[in-house]
């Protein structure tokens, strides 16, 4: 399934880069996100808890950033397993100053298997816009209140 996007975030791009790599901070914006914790530069280990219809489940991976060119571009290579099956993909995120706005523009490829694949593509690419706006509208929400030494 591929998702594209981009959307205009009311903060420099240095804070922007400092909040997204800041496994703290972004954690609080991941829908279902309970635990992302660095286990050796640009890796982490994740725990999140989702859900499509009536398959939820907590799922365990990782994530790991990897092409970095700061402050404006970097890949995500995120596996992760549970019992409703599996997730994988690629995410490409790049940043473009926009005065004091950052447009903020993602390209995701991803594969699911399993009972959550059973649901059908067209519901879990329904609910997959709907889990990406609620990040955006909580990156806003937690950019605004952000501190970084920009």
């Known amino acids: 399934m591929k998702m594209q996007g981009a959307h205009t975030l009311e903060a420099p791009i240095a804070k922007v880069w400092a909040f997204l790599m800041d496994a703290e901070a972004i ?9 992302l914790q ?17 398959i939820k489940g907590t799922y ?23 019992t409703p099956g599996f997730v994988q993909g ?4 790049d940043l473009d100053a926009q005065g004091s706005q950052t447009v903020l523009t993602y390209d995701a490829d991803t594969q699911v298997g399993g009972l959550i694949a059973n649901v059908g593509q067209r519901m879990i690419s329904g609910v997959a ?14 950019l605004a209140q ?4 920009t």
């Open 60 to 82: 365990h991976g990782s994530v790991h950033v990897f092409d970095k060119t700061p402050p404006c571009h970097y890949r995500m290579r995120v596996d992760g397993k549970g």
């Open 129 to 142: 816009k709907i889990v990406i706006a609620q990040a955006l509208k909580q990156l806003e929400s937690e």
């Open 38 to 54: 660095e286990v050796e530069p640009d890796t982490y280990k994740a725990t999140l808890k989702l859900g499509i219809a009536a």
């Open 90 to 93: 690629d995410v490409t995120v």
């Open 27 to 35: 954690a609080k914006v991941i829908p279902g996100c309970e635990t």
């Open 146 to 149: 952000y501190n970084c030494n």
